[in-house]
């Protein structure tokens, strides 16, 4: 809607004013006590970004096709973050920590901070669109002593995120499958074998179709969002038409069960938190696809806040019928601890292994589309770390083939496919070690995620200042509560689900892995990213070239001015001469190819 729009609705003028008003009249204090600390501080966030628009561009050759389209970034999004199956998965930490409560009102907590984190996102990459993504932030938002340790710190984390991200995707899918087949009395579910055998199905599954059809990747993340969409639609409508008892408005909004846990109430919900953390995780991740977008610097802020809302959505439509038709605990948590609480959800609502089972398949669909979202960018990841010089071999993983007409890493792909089939192998020698390196996949990506914005902080905001995609008045604000939750999501992840009968196994080891993958980067940064690791580089011609172009537009403005003044039969300049189409005299314009003619 345009602001035209915008203002005939009634009150909005009003409001706006008011609004205004108010930040105007701080903002006059704040200049009235800017020799104070505080007053300095205070119109440092109320300062408005009032900056020309300025996209930075990047020393890099354009090896990959600027082929996708808003469309495309949105369903990445969506696809990545997988929210049906995100929430399904997760269920059980949400059932022991509290219940409806936990479900219903920490998924409003985990969407609300998450979109400040995106915006925060969005806000950078529209002024620097790069295939780097969150790790080139934070190479350009440092200062110059900083910016490759930053970037190499920050790239590893997003690597390793999205490595793991991708290996508790394919798991906990292959998981499902299983524990779908339990409800027929096959006790499968707990074979690490049959699992690992499913995993590997999933991974070739998702690679191929990366591989053989990535020149497809628009209708494929178009389908992702229908698919997610009518999945959603389709169990809704038919948990709430089968099943035979419905739970009150007051018990699906106020319901809280903390038996099992043994965290005390407060904390079991915010230990609960967990369960929505790993389903909106991978939002950082669709940054790695700048290359291959285009109008980056418009079209990716527009996906990645479109895909967190429609997340946000969507999440509500699907959790609110599921505690209408909620099963007690006990037949959830206690009496088939083997089988997913969720398949027990369909099967109990519908009183059919048939229509329990159909709906199990069209979440094992979101399975198979966030399985090649989450393989797509982590390809993309590599690629751009290999570019910079952060992986050895890099020779071999920068090299961009031509796979069914179309341009792709796919060395950078197969990396990606070992690796998540090397690491999947962790869950046979054990679980809880291997449940460690899952959760550190949502600690590794929140942390990527929050050192740039956490820079920007740093830095005064002053170089995402002329972005496309602005925050403006509220820019501190929202960065604020985006590096809060950071830092708390990734405390919240450490803690155990139960912590009654805590011992070894159960424990919550992904703090640990963590620090280890820190410690592996930290390693190779003093062994070779030193050295070897050049990290990310403006193109300082391009902006040269822009500045030069601006003096220039400046100085033929002024002249223009000046000959006006003069009378028609003096003039040396003819207006009636300016020519919008000729080739003579020409100002070249680096972004938009103008072209200006002064004659005389």
Same mark, same amino acid.
């Given at each position: ?9 009634? !009150? ?16 006059? *204090? ?11 501080? =205070? ?12 996209? *930075? ?61 995106? %915006? ?132 699906? #909004? ?21 369960? !929505? ?39 509500? =439509? ?54 090649? !979202?989450? %393989?797509?960018? +982590? ?65 590794? %990506? ?20 002329? /972005?496309?995609?602005? #925050?403006?008045?509220?820019?501190? =604000?929202?960065?604020? %509560? ?5 830092? +708390? ?26 620090? +280890? ?27 040269? *070239? ?8 400046? /100085? ?10 003069? @009378? ?9 001469? #300016? @020519?919008?189409?000729?080739? *003579? ?6 972004? +938009? ?8």
């Amino acid at each position: 809607m345009s602001d035209e729009g915008y203002a005939r609705l009634p !009150g909005i003028e009003q409001v706006s004013r008011v609004a205004h008003s108010a930040i105007n009249r701080l903002q006059e *204090e704040a200049v009235q006590l800017s020799h104070t600390p505080a007053g300095r501080v =205070i119109a440092t966030i109320l300062e408005d970004d009032d900056a020309e628009e300025r996209v *930075e561009h990047f020393r890099y050759q354009q090896d990959l096709e600027r082929k996708l389209t808003v469309t495309s970034v949105i369903g990445l999004g969506f696809t990545v973050m997988g929210v049906p199956f995100g929430i399904s998965s997760t269920l059980g930490i949400s059932l022991i920590c509290g219940g409806n409560v936990t479900l219903l009102y920490g998924w409003a907590v985990v969407s609300f901070f998450s979109t400040m984190v995106v %915006l925060s996102l969005s806000e950078i990459i529209s002024k620097y669109p790069s295939a780097g993504g969150v790790y080139h932030m934070s190479a350009i938002l440092s200062s110059d002593r900083h910016s490759r340790a930053s970037s190499w710190f920050t790239g590893w984390l997003l690597l390793i995120g999205n490595w793991t991200y991708a290996v508790s995707i394919m798991f906990a899918g292959s998981q499902f499958i299983l524990s779908v087949l339990g409800m027929h009395n096959f006790d499968l579910a707990g074979n690490v074998f049959l699992t690992l055998l499913v995993y590997f199905i999933i991974l070739a599954l998702s690679g191929f179709i990366i591989y053989k059809f990535s020149r497809h990747l628009e209708r494929i993340n178009k389908a992702c969002i229908y698919w997610t969409i009518y999945t959603v639609l389709a169990i809704d409508f038919m948990l709430m038409f089968y099943s035979r008892s419905h739970n009150s408005p007051k018990e699906i #909004l106020t319901a809280f069960d903390n038996s099992r846990s043994g965290w005390p109430d407060a904390m079991a919900f915010i230990v609960g938190l967990q369960a !929505g953390s790993f389903t909106m995780s991978g939002y950082g991740m669709i940054f790695s696809l700048s290359d291959e977008v285009k109008n980056p610097e418009k079209n990716m802020p527009k996906g990645a806040v479109s895909a967190i809302l429609m997340a946000t959505v969507v999440g509500f =439509i699907f959790i609110i019928p599921i505690l209408t038709v909620l099963p007690s605990m006990d037949q959830l948590l206690d009496k088939n601890p083997n089988i997913m609480p969720i398949d027990l959800v369909f099967h109990i609502a519908t009183e059919s292994y048939i229509i329990s089972t159909l709906l199990a398949i069209l979440l094992v669909g979101t399975v198979i589309f966030q399985s090649i !979202g989450a %393989l797509t960018t +982590a390809s993309r990841t590599v690629y751009a770390l290999a570019r910079d010089g952060a992986l050895p071999y890099k020779e071999k993983f920068v090299t961009v083939d031509s796979v069914e007409e179309y341009k792709m890493p796919k060395n950078a792909l197969f990396l990606s496919m070992v690796v998540t089939a090397i690491v999947s192998l962790l869950s046979l020698v054990s679980t809880s070690a291997f449940s460690a390196f899952l959760g550190a996949s949502v600690m590794s %990506l929140a942390l990527a995620n929050g050192i740039p914005i956490f820079i920007s902080m740093l830095h005064g905001r002053k170089k995402v200042k002329g /972005s496309g995609f602005r #925050l403006r008045y509220f820019g501190w =604000i929202v960065n604020f %509560l985006a590096v809060l939750w950071v830092f +708390a999501s990734v405390g919240i992840l450490c803690l155990p689900v139960v912590i009654r009968g805590l011992n070894a196994v159960n424990m919550n080891w992904a703090s640990l892995v963590v620090a +280890a993958f820190v410690a592996v980067a930290s390693v190779g940064w003093l062994a070779y990213g030193k050295k070897g690791f050049v990290g990310p580089e403006l193109d300082t011609d391009y902006i040269n *070239e822009l500045e030069q172009y601006e003096l220039a537009d400046e /100085s033929n403005s002024v002249e223009v001015d000046l000959a006006s003044n003069f @009378d028609d039969d003096a003039t040396m300049f003819n207006n009636d001469e #300016l @020519d919008l189409g000729g080739t *003579e005299g020409e100002v070249d314009d680096p972004l +938009a190819k103008r072209q200006v003619i002064f004659t005389a």
